[in-house]
């Protein structure tokens, strides 16, 4: 069961997921929470959020995606991403998941 990055709602096993890939800056380190959720502390919203680190041996991995959002709507994603343009400290770049 995920949540919502943006707005928290739960998104049901059989709901459509929507997913922001992002990519960490060098000093993120999560590689000891591989396949984990982490909260991530976004200083323009003043709260954390919940986000998936990609396993080392994923396809998305492979494609230099680090991590993803969860999100329950395109609209949360694109708040999502509006969010995630302040955050430019911690993350090099972002895409929706295809
Ligand atoms: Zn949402």
């Known amino acids: 069961m995920f949540r919502c990055a943006w707005c928290m709602k739960k998104i049901g096993d059989n709901e459509p997921l929507h ?4 990519k960490f800056n060098e000093w993120i380190d999560y590689s ?3 396949g984990e959720i982490v909260q991530v502390y976004l200083n323009s919203r003043q709260t954390s959020v ?3 680190v990609t396993t080392a041996d ?3 991995k492979k494609h ?3 991590g993803l959002f969860a999100v329950c709507t ?3 994603g694109e ?4 969010t995630l343009e ?10 929706d998941m295809e």
Do not use: L, R, T, W
Request: with cysteine; aromatic share 6%.
């Open 50 to 52: 919940p986000m998936i």
């Open 86 to 95: 302040k955050e430019m400290d911690m993350f090099k770049g972002y895409s």
């Open 79 to 82: 708040k999502m991403k509006n």
């Open 64 to 66: 230099g995606q680090d």
């Open 74 to 76: 395109k609209k949360c």
């Open 19 to 22: 997913a922001i890939n992002v």
């Open 32 to 34: 000891d929470k591989e």
């Open 58 to 60: 994923s396809e998305a």
